[in-house]
């Protein structure tokens, strides 16, 4: 009993780098950039990216709190969950919950790309969607492949996940940030 206990413990420990790199470094990568792309579109304010401090945590996330009408944390909590069950059905072996997921809400924000007027085409909000849609499942299936990897006793090749997709990422912020607004 405490061998298999043991192992199980062994394997948590194993996916614990991959669930944090999915979930925490998936967090502020798609942060820095979504929050860059909706200030380049003008319809937000650039919130929390690497914070100094505590204080720049909690002051930051009640400015975001209250600019987005008391909704502002959804994203964020939604974003967790989204990897932690894109990341998990990795690992059980059911990807196809993915599509599942991504048709649904693709089909609940449908109405929002339809609504959307003005100066801000549709299509722009979409496209950012589809940004962050993807950046949250290649942080998750990165975590995944992370936690496998540590599993496997790969510890190089984890490591070069950890770095490139985030490395990868900030190269996409750059070019967003300094291309020209259509």
């Given at each position: 009993?405490?061998e298999g206990l043991t192992l199980g413990l062994q394997t948590y420990l194993a996916f614990s780098p991959g669930y944090v790199f999915s979930l925490f470094v ?76 991504l048709g649904l809400k693709t089909a609940v924000q449908w109405h929002r790309w339809q609504q959307a007027g003005g100066q801000l085409p549709g299509r722009h ?58």
């Open positions: 009993m405490g998936g967090h502020f990568a798609l942060v820095s950039v979504l929050d860059g792309l909706h200030a380049r579109m003008g319809i937000a304010e650039t919130s929390l990216w690497y914070p100094a401090s505590a204080r720049r945590v909690l002051d930051g996330a009640a400015r975001h709190w209250r600019r987005k009408g008391g909704e502002g944390w959804h994203p964020a909590a939604l974003g967790y969950v989204e990897r932690t069950l894109y990341t998990l059905s990795w690992h059980v072996g059911a990807p196809q919950f993915i599509v599942v997921w909000v979409y496209n950012v969607f589809l940004v962050g849609s993807a950046l949250s499942l290649l942080y998750a299936s990165g975590g995944a492949a992370v936690a496998q990897l540590v599993l496997d006793n790969m510890v190089l090749r984890a490591a070069a996940i950890v770095v490139v997709l985030p490395l990868a990422t900030w190269g996409l912020k750059a070019w967003a940030d300094h291309s020209e607004v259509v």
